[in-house]
């Protein structure tokens, strides 16, 4: 009986020794490279795929002062609040089982990431509910933030959950930004939309700054400490990336928690700040989500908050917490997976997270309108 115990239990280890080792998690200044063919790719899908990027430059200016008034100049009162860094171009690399099949580019030029920020914050909020800091994503964000920003009839029903899905409809003004300023429809007079009766919490998506700069502000008010250093410390030096990162909020942006001055940051780079990082620290923190919140044996972030990103909200069936979807509207023509998730930003930022086939995309300054064309490439390269 000793015998046959021993036998299951050295079988159990070889497996469970045999399945971690079919996970390549690289060590910090370290990345191995394999070719596409050797893991199972067409090598030729992955060079079209690269060629593609590489020929399908974001078309906006490479100064993002510019790039952002430009971009953003039907908003009322835009100014850049926080800091920018002039881009470089087309970059980016491929991951199969974490190993690198493919890149192009400066891959370790540090640029503005603009919104995939909100990957990262939104990561930030599920470190906080894994460790007990906040009880439910149900729970209303006045009870955690009592300073006033949540009172009244209205903010008063706001969630985190509303806040992470972007359904909130907070009406306010934070940091010398009105909500309503942000993103404003681009029909109808001004007037109506800055008197308009904000929508019942919960609803409505909409893609809001203002507000998910609010979460930041409610997310340092419950770690009590820089956000920053929140990511840093449990995310981004576990899983071995550089000390090139940063996380930026906008120059007024500063409040006092516990008698400490800190800084709130931003969600991303719509008036400037927002995180700035290279291409492969990008990859490392795909990676992370790739394997479930997992590097190399160490769970950095819950299995359950990694699903939970991926969960359809209500309000927009291609979006989650702080993460895009393909599904729904935003759903990539011909490529049907719908389990794929990415993080997404302005001027063609994307993290793409690809389970089915075990890969990671990560693409910077790709034409916003071509990233589907160029994932519809990248899948194929797997069939």
């Not at 490279?33 to 020929?55: C, H, M, W, Y």
């Not at 120059?251 to 008036?271: F, L, P």
């Amino acid at each position: 009986m000793k015998k046959i115990i021993l036998l299951l239990s050295l079988t159990a280890f070889i497996s469970a020794e045999t399945v971690l080792a079919q996970s390549y998690f690289p060590p910090r200044g370290q990345w191995e490279t394999r070719t596409p063919q050797s893991l199972g790719l067409n090598a030729d899908k992955i060079a079209e795929a690269v060629k593609f990027a590489e020929d399908n430059e974001y078309s906006g200016s490479v100064d993002s002062r510019i790039a952002s008034y430009q971009g953003f100049r039907s908003e009322p009162f835009h100014e850049l609040l926080g800091p920018t860094r002039r881009r470089g171009g087309p970059a980016g690399v491929i991951l199969k089982g974490g190993y690198i099949v493919a890149q192009w580019g400066d891959v370790d030029r540090v640029d503005m990431t603009h919104s995939v920020t909100k990957s990262y914050l939104s990561t930030t909020a599920g470190l906080a509910f894994d460790k007990g800091l906040i009880g439910d994503v149900h729970e209303k964000a006045g009870n955690y933030v009592w300073d006033g920003t949540y009172a009244g009839e209205h903010n008063s029903k706001v969630t985190w959950e509303m806040l992470l899905n972007q359904s909130s409809a907070w009406s306010g003004e934070l940091f010398g930004l009105k909500d309503w300023a942000d993103r404003p429809p681009r029909n109808g007079g001004l007037d109506d939309w800055k008197f308009a009766k904000p929508v019942e919490p919960g609803t409505v998506m909409e893609y809001n700054d203002v507000r998910v700069n609010l979460l930041a502000y409610s997310l340092l008010h419950v770690w009590r400490k820089p956000l920053p250093q929140v990511l840093k410390e449990h995310i981004m030096d576990p899983i071995g990336a550089s000390t090139t990162w940063r996380w930026f909020g906008y120059d007024h942006a500063w409040v006092n928690i516990d008698g400490v001055k800190m800084q709130s940051v931003t969600g991303g780079g719509h008036s400037g700040g927002g995180v700035f990082i290279s291409a492969m620290d990008h990859a490392r923190f795909g990676l992370l989500f790739l394997n479930e919140g997992n590097w190399n044996g160490q769970q950095l972030i819950s299995k359950d908050w990694v699903r939970s990103v991926q969960i359809s909200s209500k309000p927009n069936a291609s979006y989650g917490y702080m993460w895009w979807l393909n599904r729904g509207r935003r759903k990539w023509r011909g490529v049907d997976d719908e389990s794929i998730y990415f993080g997404a930003g302005f001027g063609g930022n994307y993290v793409v997270v690809d389970q089915k086939n075990d890969m990671v995309i990560v693409t910077r300054w790709l034409e916003p309108s071509k990233i589907g064309e160029m994932m519809k490439i990248v899948t194929a390269a797997s069939n």
